[in-house]
């Protein structure tokens, strides 16, 4: 059975489009298209923080990357409440007023209206809240020295959201959800992630949820913002079905691999071993050869050497002879 669930998130389509704008990671038709919307001191306070807020694929993580993509997987949250909530979090460091005051953002409650602290320790027990605030004080500390960057990058977020949802948003959803419905055809009458199960040797127990967007040309792609993996709109179906299938591939791994070291801290270390390992599987089931990595040839070709000697090697085993044969720069 396919599990292979693609999606349209209007918020995570907010985040991109201002970085796609701002030229932070992305410098693509779509951000010449929209750019005039904005202020142009707004996109510089954006600019200004590039390094922070971006991806690079085996090189890079901005410290702040994940905590402004976050904003935008809160279930039916509009992110611009989010980032009200972290803009009011580090401008002010008032944890006991941040814990009433956005308590239905941060656990998700829709059904109990929070107005005052009062009401706040009505709902919930003394350990909760205390966890709670314990939890709140430990973010707020985590990202203590980046105080002035959240407050300012926040500012903007806030303040160009609906110019999103007015003047972008309905043009832009048609594109995404006529893309996104393909895909979604497309994988339903093909059995690949059972056949990819198969040959890495483990399963999903989740759908894998590809969440498209239209402003990454150019740019960082295939996002893990578990559980959804952001993609671009800019690639034909056939190079999207592999692309998004390689990503399904290292999701696999992830489980496959998880007693050696190919995900540990050092998260680059393994790189172009765990990419070129799943370029491997990939092609085993497809009859595809350089779909995306060419230039890990070397490795795939290693790979392939083992697993024709040994079609029952596991992944951790070829990962690991890998490693041992081919130094880590």
Not at 216 to 231: Q, S
Not at 255 to 267: D, Q
Request: hydrophobic share 40%; glycine share 4%; aromatic share 12%.
């Amino acid at each position: 059975m396919n599990k292979i669930k693609p999606k349209v998130c209007r918020e995570m389509n907010y985040v991109f489009h201002i970085l796609s704008v701002s030229k932070c990671g992305y410098d693509n038709e779509y951000g010449k298209k929209y750019m005039h919307l904005h202020l142009p001191e707004d996109l510089k306070i954006l600019k200004d923080n590039e390094f922070l807020l971006t991806i690079k694929g085996g090189e890079h993580i901005g410290a702040l990357y994940g905590l402004i993509l976050w904003a935008a997987t809160k279930p039916d949250t509009e992110a611009k409440d989010v980032y009200m909530f972290l803009n009011q979090l580090f401008d002010t460091g008032d944890i006991d007023f941040i814990s009433w005051k956005y308590y239905n953002i941060l656990t998700g409650d829709k059904d109990n209206l929070v107005e005052n602290d009062d009401d706040l320790k009505a709902l919930i027990s003394e350990s909760d809240l205390s966890d709670l605030k314990d939890g709140l004080r430990a973010s707020y500390h985590n990202q203590l020295q980046y105080k002035s960057q959240i407050v300012a990058i926040t500012d903007v977020m806030i303040r160009n959201y609906d110019i999103f949802i007015n003047k972008v948003w309905d043009e832009s959803k048609e594109t995404l959800l006529i893309y996104a419905n393909t895909i979604q055809d497309i994988f339903e009458t093909d059995d690949i992630t059972h056949k990819l199960e198969n040959i890495v040797g483990v399963s999903l127990e989740s759908d894998f949820i590809p969440s498209f967007v239209n402003s990454i040309d150019d740019g960082a792609e295939a996002l893990d913002m578990h559980p959804e993996v952001i993609f671009g709109i800019g690639r034909d179906f056939n190079k999207a079905k592999l692309f998004i299938a390689h990503e399904y591939v290292i999701l696999l791994l992830k489980n496959a691999l998880k007693n050696t070291p190919a995900f540990s801290s050092e998260i680059f270390t393994y790189y172009d071993n765990i990419e070129a390992l799943a370029e491997f599987y990939l092609e085993q089931v497809t009859d595809e050869k350089g779909i995306l990595w060419k230039s890990l040839n070397h490795l795939k070709d290693f790979y392939e050497k083992r697993y024709n000697e040994n079609s029952n090697i596991t992944a951790s085993e070829l990962f690991i002879k890998a490693v041992e044969n081919y130094s880590i720069e």
